[in-house]
Structure formats: C-alpha cells, structure tokens
C-alpha cells in the first residue's frame, strides 16, 4: 500500500510537521508535484488522517493520565456519546477482556480525576469501571516505527 517515498515523506513530515511541500521535495531528492500526489494519495487512502498539532496535556495542565475499563450495557451504544461530551476523555476503545471499553483519560490531579470518572459513571449505560493510573510515559504515541515496517514487509 505505501513504498519507500511514502515512508520517507511520513517521518519527515512526523518530525517536522510544518515542513512545505517544496522542501519536503527538497530534502527527499523527487519532484514538488510527486511529493503532493503522494500527500494527496495518503490523505484520500486514509493512511493519513490529519496534519493536526500533538497536544501535551501535561503542558496544558493535565498532568494525570489514566486508563479506565468501563462495563457497559451491551445494547446501549448511547454511551459513546456520553464519552465524546467529556473534553478530558481522549480515546475510547471497544475491547475483549473483563471489561468492555478501555478509555484513555487525563485530569488535573487525582481528585480532578474523581470528577472525571464520576462524569464517565452517570451515564446509566454504564455499569462499573475500573481506573489505573499512568505513573510515567516510556513511549509516546508513534507511528513512524509502524510505517516503515509496512514497508518492509
């Protein structure tokens, strides 16, 4: 699905996001217009999703990170919604396991994360969760790694 320029293009514009089109050209050694048909190819593939910033939340001063398992009512899907109105719910999964969605979360501090848990809890959909608490990021969120083993494969 993606070769070599493909991947090449990604990390570059994955380490320097604000990188132009004419640059990026540039620095890959390929003409300007392949370097956009290959952005535009990526984009409409949905091998790439966005070109949003990355957020610290810990900078944004929410320093705690959390993972809550949330047992759901199986027939009501109503609480996704409940979980997208939460501005500190930053990803919901569905999952196999004990649990049913596995929700990542940030707080201010972990009586602020009382408070988000308990606004994850009022949805009646939502039967029990279970919280653990990140103590220290070893890996950020990547995906460099991830494309240029779709490449070598």
């Avoid at 959390?66 to 027939?75: D, L, N, P, R, Y």
Wanted: charged fraction near 25%; proline fraction near 4%; glycine fraction near 6%.
């Amino acid at each position: 699905m993606i070769d070599r320029l493909d991947a090449d293009l990604i990390a570059l514009l994955t380490e320097e996001p604000r990188l132009g089109v004419f640059e990026a050209s540039r620095r890959l050694g390929v003409a300007r217009g392949t370097v956009q048909a290959r952005l535009d190819r990526l984009q409409r593939s949905g091998v790439v999703k966005d070109f949003a910033p990355t957020i610290d939340s810990r900078r944004l001063g929410f320093p705690v990170t959390a993972f809550v398992t949330a047992e759901i009512t199986q027939s009501d899907l109503s609480v996704v919604e409940h979980l997208r109105g939460i501005p500190e719910v930053l990803e919901v999964h569905t999952v196999t396991g004990s649990g049913d969605l596995l929700i990542r979360v940030v707080a201010r501090s972990n009586a602020d994360l009382q408070r988000v848990i308990n606004g994850i809890l009022a949805d009646p959909g939502i039967s029990r969760t279970s919280t653990v608490i990140a103590l220290e990021t070893k890996i950020e969120s990547r995906s460099v790694p991830l494309v240029q083993a779709a490449v070598n494969e």
